[in-house]
C-alpha cells in the first residue's frame, strides 16, 4: 500500500521559512517523479513545484520560484519544500504527490499525479 506523509506545516510570519517533507512507503521513491500542490481555501488546487525521478531536474509555479527550493532523497524516500520569503498568499494546505509513470516530467497538473498525501497546513501571517 503506498502511503504519502507531509510534515513541517505550521504558522510562520511574512518573509519567514519553512521546510516541508513528504515521506513515501509502498513505492520505491527512485523510480517517480514527484510534486508539490497547494490549495487555498475556496480556490482550486495549484501546482506548486516538481522534481523528478533523480532530482536534477526542477520546475516552479512562478508564484514561487526564486523562494521554494524543491528536492529529494531517494535513499530516505523523502521529498522536501523549502519555502523562503513567504508571503501571506501562501496561506494553504500543501499536499505532496507521485506522478503516473507514463507521464513526462514535468507535470503540473493534478491528474498526471496518482498517489497523494493528507496534506499539511501552511499559513503565514502578515
Known amino acids: 500500500q503506498v502511503q504519502l506523509v507531509e510534515s513541517g506545516g505550521g504558522l510562520v510570519q511574512a518573509g519567514g521559512s519553512l521546510r516541508l517533507s513528504c515521506v513515501v512507503s509502498?513505492?520505491?521513491?527512485?523510480?517517480?517523479?514527484m510534486g508539490w500542490f497547494r490549495q487555498a481555501p475556496g480556490k482550486e488546487r495549484e501546482f506548486v513545484a516538481a522534481?523528478?525521478?533523480?532530482?536534477?531536474?526542477?520546475n516552479y509555479a512562478d508564484s514561487v520560484k526564486g523562494r521554494f527550493t524543491i528536492s529529494r532523497d531517494n535513499a530516505k524516500n523523502t521529498m522536501y519544500l523549502q519555502m523562503s520569503s513567504m508571503k501571506p498568499e501562501d496561506t494553504a494546505v500543501y499536499s505532496c504527490a507521485t506522478a503516473r509513470s507514463s507521464v513526462y516530467f514535468p507535470a503540473r497538473i493534478a491528474g498526471a499525479y496518482d498517489y497523494w498525501g493528507q496534506g499539511t497546513q501552511v499559513t503565514v501571517s502578515s
Open positions: 509502498g513505492r520505491t521513491l527512485s523510480m517517480y517523479n
Open positions: 522534481v523528478n525521478r533523480n532530482g536534477v531536474s526542477t
